[in-house]
């Protein structure tokens, strides 16, 4: 397919979009279950805006139009996410949020990712034995680590936005007050998880109706304890969450179950403006999430390693493509168990990591024909060159600014602890730091004493929020969930347009592959053909085919102005729409 959809591609899409449009306009939230044509992209000139689900799409969209610009739109769906979608859209969590700006010539980062409490120490989650207690990293009250989202929501806001908070919480609150249609995804999911989420009462008051029954598909869900504790950040900003009724309530859920965040912990909690990882790939700027993300490092180390084989010549997910994307996985994932984590705690590497000499002295350890065997990879020596359900949403407007935003609360519906009184459920990121070196997280990752536990710092995350530019104009924006998975996810896209020149929903929609060192297996979607794998087996790759991985909602803009969203299918309520 073409980076760009030809006329019948136009037509269709202009009669979809009027078809969004006109539904939108009649109905109240929750009916227009309506997200365009998931094999070509959405097209649009003045505003697009891809997310996960479509009520939070409709909601920035319609910031867009009444000219507010992309940040305004991403606070509103980030807001709005945390209602429609409590699996992963969130208030409890934290996130990355990246903002380009062409008329500023500038990209930055903004860094709400969670923090450890005061009171966290480096063998907490350890057992009387010593080994790791899983059950305590993922679903304790300790494994919540002190909540960003609504302080780096509002930093967006106010640094490079135009809408107050309370316009940008207005659709969220009206959401959470008078309901939206339940979708079949939302009903599974609470069924598929409600061991975790009914432990505790608040869980059942939140996630069951009156009567202790489920919501199924076509019902109503309203969360009046949670519009309660949005209204209070409309009305007294991000005190109203880390200060008062909120925080009080959050400690009060923490002295339940041994939990650590204090009220002292809530009120220091601070965003970080962050510069972000900056690279090159075959004439386009790469701009990625940087440490405490590994995301950005190792999307940029990846994309150094690859860029001197012909990739276009051989082939869209052919077995010699698969074969030296899964040799530079290996050696980004061996690198990221032993030098990535908090760089305001330990010193990362990090332009070593992103150099394109270091990419050199990897790529000269890959044989083109045959695996190398992931234990025989040790983590590299950067020094040298030295010069995990999550949810992810794309906005573009016609200022010239483009929002790539990734925020989760971990694992699906996070700790599955809910704040009693308060409606929003607690994340369990701690479990993203590394408990013991060599034991492995739940994406099966490793990590080592750069990601120790720590008071006060950032667990280590894959949160790859990215914008690619070229000739200092947004060009790609990107970014998935997926734990472990979401650097070679939001790879993928990159390199299913720029190498292979796909649309970006051919390059959204395309089977992905994945590679993180250990375990020692390329893992793959379905749509992988059975020739291809063979041939990987021959050059002595282990191939696992599992579950579908990431959910990419991606922005291409083309050289004429022109908007291509595409949001992924693998997502059902996920939705790119345009003006
Ligand atoms: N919790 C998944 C990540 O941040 O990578």
């Known amino acids: 397919m073409k980076k760009t959809a030809g006329w019948s591609g136009v037509k269709r899409n202009v009669m979809l979009v009027a078809l969004i449009v006109l539904f939108s306009a009649v109905s109240v939230y929750g009916q227009a279950i309506l997200s365009g044509d998931r094999s070509v992209p959405v097209e649009a000139k003045n505003g697009m805006v891809v997310t996960s689900h479509t009520l939070a799409t409709e909601v920035a969209l319609d910031v867009l139009k009444k000219g507010g610009n992309a940040v305004d739109a991403a606070v509103t769906a980030g807001f709005a996410l945390a209602v429609t979608q409590p699996r992963s859209g969130n208030i409890g969590g934290g996130g990355f949020m990246l903002v380009s700006s062409e008329k500023k010539k500038e990209v930055v980062a903004i860094d709400y990712r969670e923090k450890a409490p005061a009171g966290a120490t480096r063998d907490m989650f350890l057992d009387a034995d010593g080994n790791a207690d899983q059950n305590l990293s993922r679903f304790s009250h300790i494994s919540a680590g002190v909540p960003g989202t609504v302080a780096g929501l509002a930093l967006a806001l106010k640094k490079y936005g135009t809408i107050s908070l309370e316009e940008a919480l207005a659709p969220a609150i009206k959401l959470a007050e008078k309901g939206f249609v339940v979708t079949p995804r939302f009903s599974k999911g609470v069924k ?11 869980g059942k008051k939140k ?9 199924e598909p076509g019902d109503i869900y309203i969360q009046a304890d949670l519009a309660e504790t949005l209204k209070l950040i409309a009305k007294e900003g991000i005190k109203g969450f880390y200060e008062g009724r909120t925080a009080e309530l959050i400690v009060a859920e923490m002295q339940k ?3 650590l965040i204090t009220l002292e912990d809530l009120k220091n909690y601070q965003p970080k403006i962050r510069k972000p990882v900056f690279g090159t790939y075959r004439g386009y700027d790469i701009y990625s999430m940087s440490p405490p993300s590994s995301g950005g490092a190792h999307i940029i180390q990846i994309l150094n390693i690859l860029e001197k084989f012909p990739i276009k010549n051989l082939g869209h997910n ?16 061996a690198d990221r168990s032993k030098f990535l984590g908090d760089s305001d705690f330990v010193k990362v590497p990090l332009s070593g990591i992103i150099s394109k ?7 000269a350890g890959i044989d083109p024909d045959f695996a190398s065997i992931s234990r025989n990879i040790a983590p590299g020596n950067p020094t040298d060159f030295e010069s995990n359900e999550t949810t992810h949403f794309s906005i573009v407007d016609k200022f010239g600014n483009a929002v790539a935003n990734t925020y989760t609360i971990n694992f699906s519906y996070g700790s599955g602890i809910v704040v009693e009184g308060a409606g929003f459920l607690l994340n369990n990121e701690m479990d993203d730091f590394s408990a013991k070196p060599g034991v492995p997280n739940g994406y099966g990752l490793i990590g080592g004493e750069a990601n120790k536990v720590e008071p006060q710092k950032r667990m280590l995350s894959s949160m790859s929020p990215t914008i690619v530019m070229k000739g200092g104009k947004n060009f790609l924006i990107a970014g998935s969930p997926g734990g472990s998975r979401i650097i070679t996810t939001t790879l993928q896209v990159i390199m299913n347009v720029i190498d292979h020149n796909l649309n970006v929903q051919a390059a959204v929609n395309a089977p992905r592959i994945h590679h993180q060192w250990l375990p020692d297996e390329i893992r793959i979607e379905e749509g992988i053909s059975v020739d291809t794998i063979r041939l990987l087996k021959g050059m002595g790759h282990t191939v696992n085919e599992k579950s579908s991985m990431g959910a990419i909602q991606s922005i291409m803009v083309a050289e004429d102005g022109i908007m291509y969203g595409g949001a992924d299918p693998r997502r059902s309520t996920s939705a790119a729409m345009g003006f």
């Open 207 to 215: 996630f069951l109706k009156a009567d202790g029954k489920f919501y």
């Open 257 to 259: 179950g041994k939990g």
């Open 318 to 333: 052919s077995a010699k493509t698969i074969h030296l994307m899964a040799e530079a996985m290996k050696r980004a994932y």
């Open 192 to 202: 598929s998880k409600q061991k975790r989420l009914f432990k505790f009462e608040a």
């Open 357 to 363: 000499k270091y990419a050199a002295s990897q790529r």
